[in-house]
């Protein structure tokens, strides 16, 4: 257990809609990021926040958005969803605000849009 | 996009056997990271090495770093079917607008009993 918790496991909705995913980092870290895997793309980073201000930035979609909250939480939403979002979204959180170290990881939201 | 690239992309191998695994990446990192994910599972960080370092070991686990080549290494010694697992790369890149961690495409083993 990496201490990383994610909500819900699986959700499945209809094209056009729109999903929050939640995660809870570990205890004391700070960082939050976010992860999409899917079987074309692979795992594709999308967005880092630390302590409540975003950090870094992947190949997120202007259709998704992303925050965390003074408790440290953060979510991910996806609105406008087509086909393609379909995919494994992993939150993972680290201690560290920059550089990347340790990432504990999620065990995932899978989503599929029909 | 991905940094790094694995390979082989699958790997199968009997038990007791060594299984290695490469990465080459493109562009200069600040440290490269190797992970493991079970089927539909989340990744657990398996060692951290450094672009300054050149090799890691860690139990069963031995990474290897030729920033000259770009390209990373990971061991596995004496391999047991609990191993069976993807195996990724990651390559980190700090300052300036490179500021993020890329996974690679994976290399999935196979540990036969």
């Known amino acids: 257990d990496s201490g990383v918790t994610q909500t819900p496991k699986h959700l499945i909705t209809a094209t056009g809609q729109r999903v929050t995913l939640r995660c809870s980092p570990r205890s004391g870290d700070l960082s939050v990021y976010w992860y999409q895997q899917s079987l074309d793309q692979g795992l594709q980073f999308l967005i880092q926040?630390?302590?409540?201000?975003?950090?870094a930035k992947g190949n997120i979609l202007e259709r998704f958005s992303a925050q965390q909250f003074p408790d440290l939480h953060s979510e991910l939403n996806l609105s406008s969803l087509e086909l393609g979002d379909s995919a494994l979204y992993f939150c993972?959180?680290?201690?560290?605000?920059?550089?990347?170290?340790?990432?504990?990881f999620g065990e995932g939201s899978r989503l599929t849009v029909l | 996009s991905q940094q790094g690239e694995e390979d082989p992309q699958a790997l199968s191998i009997q038990e007791g056997e060594n299984a290695t695994m490469n990465c080459s990446y493109k562009?200069?990192?600040?440290?490269l990271q190797w992970y493991r994910q079970n089927s539909g599972r989340g990744l657990v960080h398996l060692i951290l090495?450094?672009?300054?370092?050149r090799e890691k070991h860690s139990g069963r686990l031995r990474v290897t770093l030729d920033t000259s080549k770009k390209s990373s290494s990971l061991l596995i010694t004496a391999s047991r079917a609990a191993d069976t697992a993807s195996y990724f790369c990651?390559?980190?890149?700090?300052?300036?607008?490179?500021?993020?961690?890329?996974f690679g495409a994976g290399t999935r083993l196979t540990v036969k009993p």
């Open positions: 990651a390559t980190v890149r700090t300052g300036g607008n490179n500021n993020d961690m890329r």
């Open positions: 926040y630390y302590n409540g201000e975003e950090r």
């Open positions: 562009t200069s990192i600040n440290n």
């Open positions: 090495i450094r672009s300054n370092e």
């Open positions: 993972a959180s680290s201690v560290r605000d920059r550089g990347f170290g340790e990432l504990f």
